[in-house]
Structure formats: structure tokens, C-alpha cells
């Protein structure tokens, strides 16, 4: 799979395809497919149409939509507007200011001494981050690599 470099990005989703760029902390460019549908890419499979006004980007890994888990209520399974708490373990920071979830994390309905950090989904799909219980934490550099991960970066952070 490749990209448009050329095409133009915004923080928020929206657009004709809206799909979710990230760039790992190990600088590998992730593409998420989680919101879209075969259907939306008939037609798109080739840059051949656009000439030379197209610098492809190679893609390292295509994340599949993640598969629900009947067992556990997950940062990925949370619907708009809802709030849950988790452990700030599962949560990394890279270069002191991008702060990364793991989606496959529980989440919990209420606040306590193991998941007090509280998380919020918002109407357009970003996470908004209340630091407030967390202070003096130290957050890890990178994702812990032996578990599954599925990176969700946060856009807003609160104190």
C-alpha cells in the first residue's frame, strides 16, 4: 500500500476517506483501516491517473479494524462521548510532547488507585486525556512491545 505524499493532512478525521495516519515512535508510518470499507477504495488501487503529481509513500503496516473482544471493554470499543479510566502503563509519550495510547487497553467505568488516568472519546474519534490523578507519574518512551498494540494518539491533553 502507498500514499499520496502530496495530498494535505489535518489533525481532525473528515474528508472523502478519512483514514488515520500515524507515524510510530519508531518511524514507521501506520495506516489505520479501522473506518474504512473495501467499497471505498474501488478505483483507488493505482496512482497511474494522476501523472506525476503523486509522490508515493510506502506504507509499513495497514492496522485491520480491530476485532471486538465480548470479555473486555477496550479503548477501542468506546463509543462518542463516553468517559472511562485506565492504567497510565498503557500509555506512552514520545519526544516529551506526542502522547500515544494502546487501544487494546481495558477500560474501567470508574476512577481508582490502578486506573486513574480518565479518558474521554469525542464526536469526531480523538481522545481527550485528563492528567489531573497522574501527577508526578513518569510515562514510558515508548509502547511496551510485548503486548499487542494498537496506537491511538491523543490530541488534547488536560491537567
Known amino acids: 500500500m502507498y500514499l499520496n505524499g502530496n495530498y494535505p ?15 510510530g515512535h519508531d518511524g514507521r508510518l501506520l495506516v489505520d483501516l ?27 503496516e495497514a ?4 476485532r471486538p473482544d465480548p470479555d473486555t471493554h477496550r479503548i477501542v470499543d468506546m463509543e462518542a462521548d463516553e468517559i472511562a479510566y485506565i492504567d ?8 516529551g510532547r506526542r502522547m500515544w495510547l494502546n487501544g487494546y487497553t481495558a477500560v474501567s467505568e470508574s476512577l481508582s488507585g490502578r ?16 492528567l489531573s490523578y497522574c501527577e508526578g507519574f513518569e510515562w514510558a518512551s515508548e509502547p511496551d512491545m510485548s503486548v499487542p ?5 491523543v490530541w488534547r491533553r488536560v491537567a
Do not use: N
Open 34 to 60: 479501522s473506518d474504512c470499507s473495501a467499497e471505498r477504495f474501488a478505483g483507488f488501487s493505482s496512482f497511474a491517473s494522476f501523472a506525476g503529481q503523486v509522490t508515493p509513500m510506502a506504507v509499513d
Open 9 to 23: 493532512i489535518q489533525d481532525t478525521g473528515g474528508g472523502s476517506f478519512g483514514l488515520r495516519i500515524i507515524k
Open 88 to 95: 497510565p502503563t498503557s500509555v506512552w509519550v514520545y519526544e
Open 149 to 153: 498494540q494498537f496506537p491511538l494518539q
Open 115 to 130: 486506573t486513574p488516568l480518565r479518558l474521554q472519546k469525542l464526536s469526531d474519534g480523538s481522545y481527550t486525556v485528563d
Open 63 to 66: 492496522l485491520p479494524t480491530p
